[in-house]
């Protein structure tokens, strides 16, 4: 795809040990490694989404006759991000009587909750501030896709074990990530402070504090670059198939191809079922990588307990 990613970001921006753990994390989060990502000054910006084409008959006119001016129809739609702080402490005594030092101890503490923080990332990409996601952070997927005409309904009827899949086509006019104040993103140096101890507020001890803190957030330069597959359930003929794939992709443009398919394991797995094996062996289809050319990546930040009114 060619644009840059979050890591590329935290990579110009020297951000050090935060670029590295990225690096790591982002192999289990596809929505981190392949979704475009862009810096901002500030914390909003406006920009322009196409909604309508002026002519799609041709502007064709006799000799010696005029045409009437034509002009694409476009909404002002204001882009935000979000204030995202992750707060770490831990007792100091604890922390200095590791066998590795606070420093290591604080270390590892934070790894941990970098890896949180993108989790929740990626959970946002799809749900923002509905149900499986967080009211306080950024729409996602589910808010900005066109769910009458970018829609495959796959028919489920259980609730609550209902997943989707999600066709993104990535970049400056689909989708990108968004991150505020040039790309900040940085963990705060480590300090002392008093902690109330969450069993009597009364009582306080000394301990190690520091912050995570970043401004993400999504853009979506068309409402044609996200497509969706829904109520893809545990039902008899409910499950992912290529048929339902191609349903999908029929909803995009001519010349507009996804990026990639995002899915849970068990959307994959249910397509990987669906598939006839045809080797000599009959042994079962390889675990599918792509679908009518469109890359496949399996994802954790979709759950499998969607509502089916969702």
């Avoid at 002026?54 to 204001?78: E, L, M």
């Avoid at 959970?123 to 896709?145: C, E, H, K, M, V």
């Avoid at 996200?226 to 003929?237: E, F």
């Avoid at 990639?260 to 079962?284: D, E, F, H, I």
Wanted: charged letters at 20%.
């Amino acid at each position: 795809m060619g644009y840059p990613t979050l890591l590329d970001i935290l990579k110009a921006n020297n951000a050090g040990g935060v670029a590295a753990v990225i690096d790591e994390v982002s192999k289990a989060h596809p929505e981190i490694s392949l979704g475009a990502a862009r810096t901002i000054p500030g914390l909003s910006y406006e920009t322009l989404v196409r909604t309508g084409l002026g002519r799609t008959t041709g502007s064709f006119r006799d000799a010696n006759a005029g045409s009437t001016p034509i002009k694409n129809t476009y909404a002002n739609r204001k882009v935000e991000t979000f204030i995202d702080e992750a707060r770490i402490e831990c007792d100091k005594a604890v922390a200095d009587r590791s066998i590795d030092g606070p420093t290591a101890y604080i270390a590892m503490e934070s790894e941990g909750v970098l890896e949180g923080e993108m989790q929740g990332l990626c959970r946002q990409f799809y749900y923002g501030r509905n149900t499986n996601g967080n009211s306080q952070g950024y729409p996602g997927l589910i808010d900005a896709y066109d769910a009458t005409n970018m829609a495959v309904d796959a028919g489920g009827t259980t609730d609550d074990v209902a997943t989707s899949v999600w066709a993104v086509k990535f970049g400056p006019q689909g989708v990108q990530f968004v991150y505020g104040q040039n790309g900040m993103f940085a963990f705060s140096p480590t300090r002392i402070e008093s902690i109330i101890d969450p069993n009597d507020s009364t009582k306080k001890f000394d301990g190690y504090v520091r912050t995570l803190l970043f401004y993400p957030g999504v853009q979506c330069g068309s409402v044609r670059a996200i497509g969706r597959i829904k109520k893809l359930t545990t039902d008899s003929g409910k499950g992912l198939t290529d048929a339902l794939i191609s349903q999908l992709l029929s909803k995009f443009e001519v010349g507009v191809v996804p990026d990639v398919l995002l899915m849970t394991r068990r959307s994959r797995q249910q397509l990987q079922a669906s598939r006839t094996a045809t080797n000599q062996t009959g042994s079962p289809a390889p675990i599918p990588t792509e679908s009518f050319g469109v890359r496949i990546e399996a994802t954790d930040a979709i759950v499998n307990t969607e509502k089916l009114a969702s």
